[in-house]
Structure formats: structure tokens, C-alpha cells
């Protein structure tokens, strides 16, 4: 049990479906973070939230579009993707995103675009 | 943009021995992370290095960091199979630790 909970944890979606990706996480922390892992790629840094506000978006396209309602949780919405979107994303945490605080991460939703 | 090499990129080893994985970073290091991945799932983490010269074990892992070569070692000693994973590296370049980048990873096997 990691303390950041991610759903669902598998995902197949056609290319013109909408989705969403959920995280949550119970450990009082205030920055959260999305990731993308593809294979043989090394763990990319998309969107960055400290306190609710988004603070770092990593050049990512606007199909995939982020939302924090509070510091405890994380969406990441999905729309009209790609095949090359087919990846892990994780989610993770820290208790600040100003501090050096280690980033604590869920298990993944494994995404998969038909 | 900061970039993170590590080595090896797979390691076999039987259990027992001891190993060493290396993670060099092309950018001035303020703090280096050690995570492990297990296949498909997320990443666990296990030390957090921020000042030169800082050396910190956990059980039978030990990390170090050497600021000057901007390189970090994670060394396991007596090997088991439960260290079988994907080791991450993570540098933060920024300072702020919220921005990291990481290695492509080193894929550890132990045999028996």
C-alpha cells in the first residue's frame, strides 16, 4: 500500500473516446504530480500541482488536460489520444513541491489507445 | 534539459553477491533520488541524496553521492531474490525537487 491510490489501473479507450484518469492520495501532502513511462523511454514529467495550482506543464498536448479540485486529489482527463499515448501514468505526491521532499508514487494506470 | 545515464542497464547476479549501479547526471546535481520499480507498477522509493560526499544505507542498500563527478552509486550487498526490480534514478537540476528528471533505469535479475 503506497499511500497514492490510482483508478482504474488498466485503461483501452479507442481514439475518439473521452476518459479519465483519478488519483488519490491520504498523505497530507500539497504538490502532486503526473508521469508518463513508455517503454524504453525514461519517466517523462507532465504537469506539476502545488496548493491546487498548476505550477509545471511539461510541453504536454492539449488531448490531455489536468485537474486538481484539492490537494488530495488528482484527474488527468483524456481526449482523442493517439496510439503513441499508449504508456504507464503515475501519479505521485510530495508534501511540498518547493522543498526537497521525496515524491511518493501510486501503481499506474496502463493505458493502452486502440 | 538534464539528462541521466545510468549503468548497467541489466544486471544478473546470484544471489548472495554483492553489486554496484551507477547513475551520471550531464547537469549539476541538487539532489539525487533512488527509487525501484517492480514490472507495470509504481515506483517505491529509497534514499534521497543532497549533499556531496552524502553516503545513506537502508538494510543492505547503500547510496552515495559524489557531487564533483555529478554521479550517484547505489550498492547492494548479499544480494536477494526480493532486490529484483528496475532501480531509478531521479536528479533534481532545479532545486526545487519538483521538477525531476530520470534515468532509463538498470533492470536487476537475482538467481538463485
Known amino acids: 500500500e503506497t499511500g497514492v491510490t490510482q483508478t482504474p489501473r488498466h485503461l483501452v479507450m479507442g481514439m475518439t473516446n473521452k476518459k479519465s484518469l483519478k488519483c488519490e492520495q491520504h498523505l497530507g501532502h500539497n504538490a502532486m504530480y503526473w508521469y508518463k513511462q513508455s517503454a524504453k523511454k525514461p519517466l517523462e514529467l507532465m504537469f506539476v500541482y502545488n496548493f491546487k495550482e498548476q505550477t509545471e506543464n511539461n510541453s504536454v498536448p492539449s488531448r490531455f488536460s489536468p485537474e486538481c479540485p484539492n490537494s488530495s486529489h488528482l484527474f488527468l482527463h483524456l481526449h482523442t489520444l493517439q496510439p503513441e499515448d499508449s504508456a504507464l501514468y503515475l501519479c505521485?505526491?510530495?508534501?511540498?513541491?518547493?522543498?526537497?521532499?521525496?515524491?511518493?508514487f501510486g501503481d499506474g494506470t496502463r493505458l493502452s489507445i486502440l | 534539459s538534464q539528462e541521466l545515464e545510468q549503468s548497467p542497464q541489466s544486471l544478473i547476479v546470484q544471489e548472495g553477491k554483492n553489486l554496484t549501479i551507477n547513475c551520471t547526471s550531464s547537469?549539476?546535481?541538487?539532489?539525487l533520488y533512488w527509487y525501484k520499480q517492480k514490472y507495470g507498477e509504481g515506483l517505491i522509493f529509497l534514499m534521497m541524496l543532497q549533499k556531496g560526499g552524502e553516503e545513506k544505507s537502508h538494510e543492505k542498500i547503500t547510496a552515495k553521492l559524489d557531487e564533483k563527478k555529478q554521479q550517484s552509486s547505489l550498492h547492494i550487498t548479499a544480494s536477494q531474490p526480493s532486490h529484483a526490480g528496475i532501480y531509478l534514478c531521479?536528479?533534481?537540476?532545479?532545486?526545487?525537487?519538483?521538477?525531476?528528471?530520470f534515468g532509463t533505469g538498470t533492470r536487476l535479475q537475482v538467481t538463485l
Open positions: 505521485a505526491s510530495s508534501l511540498t513541491g518547493d522543498g526537497n521532499q521525496p515524491q511518493h
Open positions: 531521479g536528479a533534481d537540476s532545479t532545486g526545487t525537487a519538483s521538477k525531476l528528471t
Open positions: 547537469k549539476t546535481l541538487y539532489g
